[in-house]
Structure formats: structure tokens, C-alpha cells
């Protein structure tokens, strides 16, 4: 893997991290997830 794919990869990440961490547990609840789990719905995503 590249250095430019390894970084976007890293940026995708972070991106949905945030993005997660930053809702309610209701509107994570909505989507059938927790806060327990956004690391790991965050790694999913990078491997899309």
C-alpha cells in the first residue's frame, strides 16, 4: 500500500470517527449502532 492510500485511508477514519462521535445515542441507536462500536464501523468503512 502506498503512502498517499495509507493517508486517505487514515482520513476516512478520522472523517467517520468524528462524524459518529458527534451524534446523539438516539441517531446512532437509528442506525443500529453504538458508541462502543464506532471504531470498528469506522475501520469497516476504510476497508470499502
Known amino acids: ?3 498517499a ?3 486517505n485511508n ?3 477514519y478520522r472523517q467517520t470517527v468524528t ?3 458527534r451524534m446523539s445515542s438516539r ?3 437509528d442506525l443500529g449502532i453504538n458508541h462502543a462500536d ?3 464501523v469506522a475501520r469497516a ?3 470499502r
Request: positive net charge; glycine residues 10%; without cysteine.
Open 19 to 21: 462524524e459518529l462521535g
Open 38 to 40: 464506532i471504531r470498528s
Open 27 to 29: 441517531e446512532l441507536q
Open 1 to 3: 500500500m502506498n503512502v
Open 10 to 12: 487514515w482520513r476516512k
Open 5 to 7: 492510500r495509507s493517508f
Open 45 to 47: 468503512a476504510v476497508g
